[in-house]
Nanobody, 125 residues
Framework: QVQLVESGGGLVQAGGSLRLSCATSGGTFSSYAMGWFRQAPGKEREFVAAISRNGGSFYYADAVKGRFTISRVSGKNTVALQMNSLKPEDTAVYYC??????????????????WGQGTQVTVSS
């Protein structure tokens, strides 16, 4: 059973950058397609980005395309989300997710089997 732990959240001014990390343990990292979701206060959890099991394909929500980059660090069993040009509307709790046995995890929350606890990102204007 894979476990996910996010880190790297915090408070940043608009236009700034943050790098989130998701450390995985308890499973074979290469067996999981990975994704990032976020949930703002009063809103549904939404897809942000995903990376395929082999790290060869990337998927982004339109709202973050060109500003966020997802990557896998295989030697560290970690998935990173580099967030640049942050906007106040990026403020949310960010969650890491994993889906076993699939090349691509999907765009829907229900597609993923495992979730982290989340890390808060706050962007001030």
């Amino acid at each position: 059973q894979v476990q996910l732990v996010e880190s790297g959240g915090g408070l940043v001014q608009a236009g700034g950058s943050l790098r989130l990390s998701c450390a995985t343990s308890g499973g074979t990292f290469s067996s999981y397609a990975m994704g990032w979701f976020r949930q703002a206060p009063g809103k549904e959890r939404e897809f942000v980005a995903a990376i395929s099991r082999n790290g060869g394909s990337f998927y982004y929500a339109d709202a973050v395309k060109g500003r966020f980059t997802i990557s896998r660090v295989s030697g560290k069993n970690t998935v990173a989300l580099q967030m640049n040009s942050l906007k106040p509307e990026d403020t949310a709790v960010y969650y890491c997710a994993a889906r076993g046995g699939a090349y691509f995890g999907g765009y829907a929350e229900g597609d993923y089997d495992h979730w982290g606890q989340g890390t808060q990102v706050t962007v001030s204007s």
